[in-house]
């Protein structure tokens, strides 16, 4: 029974989800720093994106108690009172490593304000003390600023970047909005169960002509604005980022154009975040191998 629920317990961290969908933000950081710690890279990777986000997700669930379809996650198990508390654990998983580094100088003081903030936010979102999940707009500046900025600079500290830039701060804007733009598209499928549940979603308020709307304003927004961060770093790297996107905006709105917001696309939404998300990962290993192979 207890192995059944550890089971069950890892399901809800939702792990593949986290680091193939929600790592883009952070591992696109590494571009923006000259001489990177790919170590320290790789260690906080694992600790922010299977500890706090997959704590973050599992203890979004508990509360939700979603019976149908969510993101990463067609057929949730329920969830039992002690996963909350272990959820909770998770997300603090990564505050022990951040004051050691940051006393031994390894990574500079930002690093533990930029974690405390998602943490809060992440709790903000989903607890019923505040519910932010429920706000259409709230939410939206929570994802923009946990999974978003938040996500980009702790990879941009743990890689190296001792202090925020200019450069780094537009970058960081740039991202978030390219991953917000696919956020009130996995809320597709859930629309009658978060009315139900009362959570007024972006995509509740704005519908389903508005997420294509809003897809098409932030997606193009994120793409001119990292293109142009980019652009300041390689100019080829940067075409080749924007030729891309551009590709993989295409491909994403003509699913996205045939969506009507029921429970049944839920295979069509996740293909859409899979896909673009993965494109985005080929191109981050692709310009870090080829940004570092010039510098040699």
Known sequence: MLIRQIVHFIAHLR?????LLLSGTYGISILFVQEP???????????????????A???????????????????????RPWMRWASFFLMLVPAPFLMCDIVSDTLPLASM?????????????????VRWKGHPYLSVLVIFLSTGTNGFFMGYFSS???????????AACGVASILVSLYPISQLFQLEEDQHRG?????????????????LVTYSFGTIILSGSLWLINSGMAVFFFIASITGFSLTYRVLHKLRGTEKEYKQVMSIKYLSSFSFLLFILFAAWY?????K
């Open 15 to 19: 792990w593949p989800y986290q680091t």
């Open 199 to 215: 959570d007024h979603t972006l995509a509740l308020q704005i519908g389903v002509k508005g997420v294509r709307a809003y897809y």
């Open 57 to 79: 997700t599992a203890f979004n669930s508990y509360w939700d108690k979603d019976e149908g379809p969510i993101g990463g996650l067609k057929n949730p198990p329920p969830m």
């Open 37 to 55: 710690d790919f170590n320290l890279f790789i260690q906080y990777f694992l600790l922010w994106h299977l500890g706090l986000y997959g704590g």
């Open 291 to 295: 940004l570092y192979a010039s510098l």
């Open 160 to 170: 190296n970047g001792m202090s925020i830039s200019l450069l780094s701060l537009i």
């Open 113 to 129: 304000v930029v974690y405390l903030l998602s943490f809060f936010l992440f709790w903000a979102y989903s607890s019923p003390i």
